[in-house]
C-alpha cells in the first residue's frame, strides 16, 4: 500500500469547515483513498472513501485531485465532537490476493476550538 | 444493524499468563480482521479471517493466534504475555475480503500487562 503524509496537528473553529490535506503521491491506480478518524481510545470510525470521483456522505465531502496524488477531507461545520485523530489511508483492491490490512499513519489530530 | 462488539474491555493479566479476547462483527459481515494500537508503534495489523479461514497474517510472533468462526463470531489469543503486549486490541468487521472493502472497528478491550 502507498504510504500518505498528513500534518501532525490542525486547529479549526467550531462551525467552520474543517479542511484536512492528505498526499499520497505513489498512489497507484487501483489504490482507493480511505479516511478514518479516532476519537481517543475509541476504535477508528469509518468516515468516507473514494478512488477518483469527489465524493460527499452525511459526515464528510472528499476531494481528489485529478491527479490522485492527494485528497483534501472537508468537514463542512465542524463541532467540538469532531475532534479526533484523522488517518488519511490508501488501501489496495487486492482482489483474490489478500490484502494486509489497513496500515495507519500517524494522523492529524484536529483540534476545534470552541 | 448493532456495530462490532468486542469483550472484555478492559483486562488485566500478568507476565506468562495467556488471554482471549472476543469479537463479534456485525450482522452479515464474513470478514474480521484484529489490531494492535500502543502509542509508539501506532495501528498494526494481525491478522483477517473471512469464512473461518485466515487469510492475512501481519508481522507477530507465533504467540498471537486466531480463529473464526461459522457464526462469524472471531476471538484471539495471545499466550505467554508480556509486558509490551499492553495495547489496544481492535477488531474489524467488513462484508467482503480480499477487496478495498470498508472496515467497522469494534470499541476495542484494553489490555494491560503487568
Known amino acids: 500500500d502507498a504510504k500518505t503524509t498528513q500534518p501532525p496537528s490542525m486547529d479549526c473553529a467550531e462551525g467552520r469547515a474543517a479542511n484536512l490535506p492528505c498526499n499520497h503521491s505513489t498512489i497507484s491506480g487501483n489504490e482507493y483513498v480511505y479516511w478514518y478518524r479516532q476519537i481517543h481510545s475509541q476504535g477508528p470510525q469509518y468516515i468516507i472513501h473514494g478512488l477518483k470521483n469527489n465524493e460527499t456522505n452525511e459526515m464528510a465531502s472528499l476531494i481528489i485531485t485529478e491527479d490522485r496524488k492527494s485528497s483534501t477531507l472537508i468537514l463542512p461545520h465542524a463541532t467540538l465532537r469532531d475532534t479526533a485523530v484523522y488517518y488519511c489511508i490508501v488501501r489496495v483492491d487486492s482482489a483474490g490476493g489478500g490484502a494486509d490490512g489497513l496500515t495507519f499513519g500517524k494522523g492529524t489530530h484536529l483540534i476545534i476550538q470552541p | 444493524k448493532a456495530g462490532v462488539t468486542q469483550t472484555p474491555r478492559y483486562l488485566i493479566k500478568t507476565r506468562g499468563q495467556q488471554v482471549t479476547l472476543s469479537c463479534s462483527p456485525i450482522?452479515?459481515?464474513?470478514?474480521v480482521s484484529w489490531y494492535q494500537q500502543t502509542p509508539g508503534q501506532g495501528l498494526q495489523f494481525l491478522f483477517e479471517?473471512?469464512?473461518?479461514?485466515?487469510?492475512n497474517k501481519g508481522n507477530f510472533p507465533g504467540r498471537f493466534s486466531g480463529r473464526q468462526f461459522s457464526n462469524s463470531r472471531s476471538e484471539m489469543n495471545v499466550s505467554t504475555l508480556e509486558l509490551g503486549d499492553s495495547a489496544l486490541y481492535l477488531c474489524a468487521s467488513s462484508l467482503k475480503a480480499g477487496v478495498a472493502d470498508t472496515q467497522y472497528f469494534g470499541p476495542g478491550t484494553r489490555l494491560t500487562v503487568l
Open positions: 479471517y473471512f469464512s473461518e479461514t485466515q487469510r
Open positions: 450482522s452479515g459481515h464474513r470478514s
